[in-house]
């Protein structure tokens, strides 16, 4: 019998007696009637089921440095460069939900542009299906961080050289792009046992930054507040996704950009059916502007054809045409030239304000 186990009467023997000590003492305070104050506020059902889902969703995880998987020689030799590790949107359509349907996993660590930021490069920027401009900022920037965080790593060895000059040449060049972040940092962060970290924490929010990318979500046409929060079997696992499906809201607001109409029309004749045919009842535009056009001239030309000519065929006239050549023949004509401008602005305005009141009555 070892001495360990010689010693487990004893040991039980003194549980026992803290354990009925403990008993008394709280019998006092009415145990174990008594349950005690609560551990935690009551919280509503909806935000602990909410909370409770966040906690449950996976991290999309990334990896610095990055995998060794070596393409060229360059990456051979100097390691591969850095590449954004974004969340794959996959795309798909149905006879249901449309042409421009997609869906990415959920996790707990994406982010999302703001509804209005989103809305504006749609919008005034007109960046609304190819979204490759962005990702070619969100790639230079994640790039551009990890350059610069090379180059800290840099200056924070050059440090410890103590027999290397940082501000001669060519280590100046070196400290300049560096050191301006110790002139913001040094007042914020201490030193430790004499020793400056500045670097290191601005380092570490370089990669704080950087990562960020790796997690940032695009989401036009849609915008983010559209996603659907759903579960789907892929590759025969139930994961959460969030699911952006149907019309984008900023079709039915504005205008639908008339160069994805005219692919519609001119290449893509099924989409258009099936938005002509899916919201018919919405008053959205879908074909092109110089079809709608064409087709109120026709409209206006059966219909009101003495109209028509009145505005299309006289109006095409010159102010010129009208004038006689009793006055175009005189040798002055300095206040006819002047006044012919003006002239000639206002009939264009004039018709077309007569075309828009004819294009409402339409």
């Not at 190819?130 to 994640?142: A, G, H, K, S």
């Not at 087709?295 to 059966?302: C, H, R, S, T």
């Not at 028509?308 to 009793?326: A, F, G, M, R």
Request: proline share 7%; with cysteine.
């Amino acid at each position: 019998m070892s001495l360990d186990e010689k010693f487990i009467p004893v040991r039980t023997a003194f549980y026992e007696i803290v354990g009925n000590f403990f008993k008394k003492i709280a019998g006092l305070f009415g145990y174990p009637d008594n349950p005690g104050m609560p551990t935690i506020y009551d919280l509503p059902n909806e935000s602990y089921a909410r909370s409770k889902f966040l906690d449950n969703l996976p991290v999309h995880r990334t990896f610095w440095p990055p995998m060794q998987r070596p393409e060229t020689w360059f990456e051979m030799i100097f390691g591969p460069s850095p590449k954004v590790e974004s969340v794959p949107r996959y795309i798909y359509e149905s006879k249901e939900e449309g042409f421009y349907n997609f869906y990415i996993e959920n996790y707990k660590n994406i982010y999302f542009l703001p509804d209005w930021l989103s809305e504006f490069i749609q919008v005034r920027l007109h960046i609304c299906l190819d979204i490759t401009f962005l990702e070619t900022i969100r790639e230079v920037l994640f790039v551009g961080l990890m350059v610069y965080s090379q180059i800290v790593i840099l200056r924070i060895a050059l440090s410890w050289y103590i027999y290397i000059n940082p501000y001669t040449f060519p280590w100046c060049y070196l400290a300049a792009a560096v050191d301006w972040t110790e002139d913001v940092l040094q007042g914020i962060v201490p030193a430790i046992l004499g020793v400056n970290i500045t670097g290191s924490v601005f380092l570490g929010i370089l990669g704080v930054v950087a990562d960020s990318l790796n997690h940032l979500i695009f989401t036009m046409p849609f915008l983010p507040s559209e996603g659907e929060e759903t579960k789907l079997l892929i590759n025969q696992q139930m994961k959460d996704v969030l699911v952006f499906h149907y019309l984008p809201i900023l079709w039915y607001r504005y205008p639908i950009p008339n160069d994805i109409r005219e692919f519609w029309y001119n290449e893509r004749r099924d989409i258009l059916n099936y938005m002509q045919e899916a919201y018919k009842d919405l008053d959205i535009q879908f074909l092109p502007d110089n079809i709608v056009n064409e087709f109120n001239q026709q409209k206006l030309k059966a219909e009101l054809p003495q109209l028509y000519d009145s505005l299309i065929v006289k109006n095409t006239h010159h102010i010129s045409d009208y004038l006689s050549t009793e006055i175009l023949s005189k040798n002055d004509l300095t206040p006819v030239n002047e006044f012919l401008p003006h002239l000639n602005f206002i009939n264009e305005h004039f018709k077309n304000f007569l075309m828009t009141q004819v294009d409402k009555l339409l």
